[in-house]
């Protein structure tokens, strides 16, 4: 079994910059593969960001890319999601997700088996 919790989100200005964490648990987390999605009010749940076992495979959503930056450090079975740029469309409930597809970046929300409860990220302008 697998748990992961999300945390760092907030209430930050257009442009600001915030760093999301995901923390899991379990006794194999190191090999999952891991991503990030969002889902705004009144809106399905949007792929962001996905990362694969080791870090050396990434994968961003055109509306994110060159502004998001996924990462993970297995040591700590800690996923993280630099968000920098930021836009109000950017508002959202943020979700980590981990996959035993490991060796891959997953980017389809029914390949993850585990999810967190999510972190609110909020843009003002």
């Known amino acids: 079994q697998v748990q992961v919790v999300e945390s760092g989100g907030g209430l930050v200005q257009v442009g600001g910059s915030l760093r999301l964490s995901c923390a899991a648990s379990?006794?194999?987390?190191?090999?999952?593969?891991m991503g990030w999605f969002r889902q705004a009010p009144g809106k399905e749940l949007e792929f962001v960001a996905a990362?694969?076992?080791?870090?050396?495979?990434?994968y961003y959503a055109d509306s994110v890319r060159g502004r998001f930056t996924i990462s993970r450090d297995n040591a700590k079975n800690t996923m993280y999601l630099q968000v920098n740029s930021l836009k109000p469309e950017d508002t959202a409930v943020y979700y980590c997700?981990?996959?035993?597809?490991?060796?891959?970046?997953?980017?389809?929300?029914?390949?993850?088996?585990?999810w967190g409860q999510g972190t609110q990220v909020t843009v003002s302008s």
């Open positions: 990362i694969n076992w080791s870090g050396g495979m990434t």
């Open positions: 379990g006794r194999t987390v190191s090999s999952y593969a």
């Open positions: 997700a981990a996959s035993n597809m490991g060796s891959r970046v997953v980017v389809r929300d029914y390949e993850y088996a585990y």
